[in-house]
């Protein structure tokens, strides 16, 4: 299991365009679903549940991508063997622009919707700011406050920060781009 994560995670980081590619996936292909099934496998053999296998699985995901994410978003040099044609179709090579307000968000590094909504930003080379609400009390706090106590993630807060326009809570995918006005 630990080399699988390794391989995965070191995967990731070298394809900083494959979270975003994943993510866009409807169906899994036969290499994610030999994966999956192996991850699986092995959570059986070791004598998990079925609910901890689901949630050992999520967890272990959400972690791999999550650091591969951070890692991508976090200033690294970008990879000198992408190229513009490496880039996924469904993502525009250029997408930031200086005129979308500015975006935070509050999240969980282990967190899928985090994950996911982090990847779509990237992907579309959308400019946001990331608090991870584990490592950072005021962020804690801040979520906490949004949600009537609760800590739910990620929690998207578009526009003024002091005033945002919008607040998304785990928002789907399309409508984080609608309320980002990109179809």
Known sequence: MRRRAIAMRDALVRHRWAIGLMESRRNPG????????????RLRAAGFNMAMTAHASSLLGAYIHGFALTTTSAGSPAD????PAATPARYPATMTDPTLPPILVLGRDTCEDTVRSR????????????????????????IRRLNDGQS????????????????????PDAELLAALGIA
């Open 119 to 142: 990847a779509l930003l990237v992907g579309r080379g959308i400019t946001h700011t990331y608090r991870e609400v584990d490592q950072d009390a005021d962020a804690d706090a801040w």
């Open 30 to 41: 036969p290499a994610s679903l030999r994966h999956h099934d192996a991850v699986i496998g």
């Open 80 to 83: 000198p063997r992408r190229t």
């Open 152 to 171: 739910r993630t990620p929690t998207i807060l578009i526009g003024d920060l002091d005033d945002p326009d919008t607040i998304l809570r785990e928002p």
